[in-house]
């Protein structure tokens, strides 16, 4: 976490890219003349900040690195007594950016009752966790006991606080 695309609300990612673009469409008609040879100082303008929105966007859609990366992190994290609820996201999946912050709220709530491991599709440990648990698609969210037993799965979507307050004290975690 503490990177900027951790911090950052994806509406403001979403936003930040539609001006990028509607900035690019309106310096495209205004400075569309077909005689002109010299960018206007408008154009240049325009094109700074193209370049400037298009930069933060890049910054604010990664979400970052997963908690548990490496086969080893994911190993000892799960089936170590605590019961985990496995973030498996994508970097470039609008969905788990969306779902992010309600992970980290529930992450903040079940604290020291739960652990949450988030897992980059991508990464070394991701083969290890599809193969385990047979994913098929991001976001998805498995709670598994302290053993590592799958207690309840959902594919899409923001995992759902009360849900998993209700699988945690059928497994026998209380608040």
Same mark, same amino acid.
């Given at each position: ?9 994806? *509406? ?19 400075? +569309? ?5 010299? #960018? ?6 325009? #094109?700074?900040? !193209? ?24 190993? *000892?994290?799960? +089936?170590?007594?605590?019961? *985990? ?29 739960? *652990? ?10 991701? !083969? ?25 799965? !959902? ?10 307050? !209700? ?9």
């Amino acid at each position: 976490m503490g990177e900027l695309g951790s911090i950052m609300h994806p *509406a403001l990612t979403y936003a930040l890219v539609s001006v990028a673009v509607a900035v690019f469409f309106a310096s495209w008609w205004v400075d +569309g003349r077909p005689d002109g040879h010299r #960018l206007a100082g408008w154009r240049r303008f325009t #094109l700074v900040a !193209q370049a400037a929105a298009i930069a933060m966007a890049v910054l604010v859609l990664r979400p970052g690195r997963g908690t548990h990366d490496s086969p080893a992190a994911f190993a *000892a994290a799960i +089936g170590n007594g605590t019961p *985990a609820l496995i973030d498996v996201y994508g970097n470039w999946c609008g969905p788990c950016l969306i779902a992010r912050p309600a992970v980290d709220a529930l992450e903040r709530a079940t604290r020291g009752r739960m *652990a949450v491991v988030r897992v980059d599709i991508e990464a070394p440990a991701a !083969q290890l966790v599809v193969s385990r648990y047979g994913l098929r698609a991001t976001p998805t969210y498995v709670l598994v006991d302290g053993q590592g037993t799958e207690v309840w799965r !959902q594919v899409g979507g923001s995992p759902d606080r009360a849900v998993i307050e !209700q699988r945690l004290a059928s497994i026998g975690v209380r608040r």
